[in-house]
């Protein structure tokens, strides 16, 4: 008895976790929450008209695309379809006019926080050995999606990939071409009638009606609402939120989904498991516009996060030329931040050492000048480079699998820890 008395040991409370002491109260970390959303709220109120490239004095030309109706779309091919034919019969052949998606003639136009595409363009001809494949690719294309203005309906661009396998040959040269025609057509990718396969999910304290039924995002389980693919049958946004919370990984989500996070602080939590898509930039964009809500973002502590997170803000160099509407403006970085590895004190057996690629990538952001207009990430992005460590959201989970939604959270909401 002795012995066994003397072996005993007690487990540590969980009052011990690391700066659980330093947490307020519930609800003075939602006073914190109710005056943040209320400011964010009044900026977007005063902001009576966004700022637009026609309102900007640029030393050259910018091509933005915009919804259009199946109408429309069909009008452009047909006017389109109908000079090449009368190229052909002229004896002259074909070519496309295709915008150039390329780097160079890609901007970053720091009134607006977004990347643009400018007005150069290229020749795509029929009649060169260098271009013919692409040439057929893109009539093809073009021929499928007037299919689809005729008919009305939306297919996936896996679908339109095996209308023809042996033309297109792998998925992404199908898709790029998608791109190009949207941007030759004039119109978002979504004007064609092509969405991706669903990938993003939301829960929490938001309403919404998705073609017509109405989802409750707080009874959907721990898996929460796939997003949909046709965001223009997405309406009626109703919430309570204070603010929508923003996660890279699906394993993060799932844990904040688990513990209704959401119903301790009232908040919206989406993630695109990732890398977003369309659809989720534009669901997030849409919440943000509708619901004048704040948007806080939860990445890895890697260069990779931060390029995630600056897809939302400032769009993506592969789709420059519809980031007027899928661009999210003034997204809050949250977490994980480099400065919190030491902040939070995360065990050296955590953290990983950054590869020569990802030291790399960590220099060419800070060469960005979407990152040189945010001191901040500056700052924490040259502090990651410099130390060479990286560290993933469950890192937190040393300290306890929902140290992240029972402490760290909250310890950030309540300091207003965000850059």
Known sequence: MADNKKRRRKDPPGDELPFKNKLKPDSAIMETLKQFSASSSSSSASVSQTLTLQDLSLPFRCREVADLSLSSVQSNIESLILRIAHSI??????????????????????????????????????????????SAITARILQLIHQLCLKGIHVTKRDLFYTDVKLFQDQIQSDAVLDDVSCMLGCTRS?????????????????????????????????????????????????????????????????????????RFPCII??????????????LRKMKIELKLPVLALVDSDPYGLKILSVYGCGSKNMSYDSANLTTPD??????????????????????????????????????????????????????????????????????????SEVYLPLKLQQKDWL
């Open 331 to 404: 997204i809050k970085w949250l977490g994980v931040r480099p400065s919190d590895l030491d902040k939070y004190k995360i065990p050296e057996q955590c953290r990983l050492p950054m590869t020569e690629q990802d030291i790399k990538t960590g220099k060419d952001l800070l060469e960005e000048d979407f990152v040189k207009k945010n001191p901040g990430w500056v700052e924490e992005l040259t502090l990651m480079v410099k130390t060479k460590q990286k560290a993933e959201i469950q890192a937190l989970s040393t300290f306890g699998f929902q140290y992240l």
């Open 89 to 134: 019969l002229s004896g002259h052949g074909f070519s496309f006019d295709v915008p150039s998606r390329s780097a160079a003639n890609q901007l970053y136009v720091p009134e607006l926080d977004r990347i643009v595409l400018k007005d150069k363009s290229s020749l795509r001809p029929f009649a060169n050995i260098s271009t013919v494949r692409k």
């Open 191 to 263: 004007s064609l009638n092509v969405v991706a396969a669903e990938k993003g999910v939301v829960v929490g304290r938001l309403i919404f009606s998705d073609n017509g039924d109405m989802i409750d995002c707080t009874k959907m389980g721990m898996g929460g609402k796939a997003i949909p693919p046709n965001i223009d049958r997405v309406g009626d946004m109703q919430s309570d939120a204070l603010f929508i919370l923003l996660v890279e990984k699906d394993a993060a989500y799932m844990r904040l989904a688990e513990d209704r996070f959401y119903n």
């Open 270 to 283: 989406v993630t695109a498991k990732g890398q977003p898509d369309v659809s989720t930039r534009l669901f």
